[in-house]
Structures are given as C-alpha cells and as structure tokens.
C-alpha cells in the first residue's frame, strides 16, 4: 500500500506518509467495513484470488499490501503446513490485527513490513504473489507490478483482485461509491475521509485491458482478467515470463 510524496492535490493520490497513517487508523475496523461494503462477497473473492495463484502444498506464496491477512491465510490453506505464506504490508497497525487473527488459526502466515515498491525478497523467491485491493494505491504501478514478478520463479503466478469502473451498473456503482461507500466510514468506521479517497482512487485506476498491458510489460504472460459483482471486481493473472 505504498504511495510516493509529491501526489498532493491528485485526486485518489495522498502522500506516502498519508497512506500509512491511513491504513493505520482504519485497521481496527477494516474487516467489518469491508464485509459490510461487499456484503460479505469479499472473502469469496479472495478465495477466487488464492485458487488463481496455481499454488499447491509444499509451495510458497507472497501476499502483497496483505491488510489483516485474509488472502495470505486463503493461500497458506492452499500451501498447507508444509508450504510457506508471507503477507507483507508497510502499515504496522494492519500487521498487528493480521497477527491477531492469525494467532488463533490452524494456517501460518509470517507477517512483515515492507514496501511494495522495494520487497525486501530474493528473485524467484516464491511459487506465486498476489495482491488484494491494494496496488491500486502505490505510486508506481510498473515498479509495484516488477516487483512482485522479481520475487516470483518463471512459470509462477502473479494475481491481482481489484475494484474497476464497470461497463454496466455505471449509475448504481457512482451511487454506491461516491455517496454510500464514504457515509459507511463515517458512520461505522468513524473515518469518511479514508473511504472518501477510496473511488477517487478506483476512477484513475487503469480498467481491465490497460491493467493487463501493464503485467505484461512487468514481465508476465498469458495474461487473463475475469469480471465479478457486475464488473465491479476484476481478477487479474499472468505467469513470469522464463
């Protein structure tokens, strides 16, 4: 979840600083914000993510911007005890609650701060990585997309899930995030300025075919995208170019 300085005044851009003090403030109320928003759909998407990623026990998998963790423990119940799960994320407050969550589930996840921007991992590190509703938020989508293709073995999959602008419901989307989505972080969250910089940040995000064209500049193949919610979710993989 990480952004550059520099980004004042863009609309869905805040400073590196501003983006962690975010993600921090919100942390204690991210998942109830999240299942209320999606109608508990979330979690199923990020299952969808998981199986995307092609890992099978024994393996490893990288969850970039992982939050509290939902995605990284979907991927560690794929690896099994026998594989290996990092969710990384820079907003320490976030680890924490993923820490928490973990600390009563049968999956093991190990948990560290890190920068999307720079992973702190070796080339070819892992059998997959995948992101959840986070890269839209770092201020330099090739770096971000080059950094988790780095970090993966030729052959492993790269997975992004993402909120999109949709073709259809365009009338009901600007209705639910423009209006509804930020009075719900006000309301339940405490906090409407962190979900008011949320559609702003998913209108300059790039749709479905330019965010593939980006992994595939970032070094990924058979690149594929399918659509969830009406358009509203897009599911993006590709595998590291050999």
Not at 12 to 36: T, W
Not at 58 to 79: E, H
Not at 209 to 236: C, K, N, S, T
Request: proline share 6%.
């Amino acid at each position: 979840m990480s952004e550059s300085v520099g980004t004042e005044g863009v609309p869905g851009r805040l400073p590196a600083g501003e983006v962690q003090a975010m993600f921090d403030r919100i942390a204690p109320r991210y998942d109830l914000l999240n299942r209320v928003m999606t109608a508990g759909l979330d979690r199923r998407w990020r299952e969808a993510a998981a199986a995307a990623a092609d890992v099978a026990a024994g393996d490893s998998a990288l969850d970039v911007c992982t939050g509290t963790g939902d995605l990284a423990f979907a991927l560690a119940r794929r690896v099994t005890p026998s594989g290996r799960v990092v969710g990384a994320d820079f907003a320490g407050n976030m680890l924490e609650r993923a820490r928490l969550k973990g600390a009563g589930r049968p999956e093991h996840v190990e948990f560290v701060q890190a920068d999307a921007l720079a992973l702190p991992f070796a080339d070819d590190e892992f059998d997959g990585a995948t992101v959840a509703f986070g890269i839209r938020n770092v201020s330099d989508l090739g770096t971000g997309l080059g950094e988790m293709a780095r970090v993966v073995r030729p052959g492993g999959r790269v997975v992004i899930l993402e909120i999109t602008t949709p073709q259809r419901l365009r009338p009901f989307y600007e209705l639910w995030f423009d209006r509804v989505v930020p009075l719900l972080g006000k309301l339940l969250g405490r906090d409407g300025a962190a979900y008011g910089y949320l559609p702003a940040s998913v209108k300059r995000f790039p749709e479905p075919p330019a965010l593939a064209a980006a992994m595939v500049e970032a070094g990924l193949e058979d690149v594929r995208w399918q659509l969830f919610a009406g358009g509203i979710i897009a599911l993006h993989y590709g595998r590291v170019r050999g």
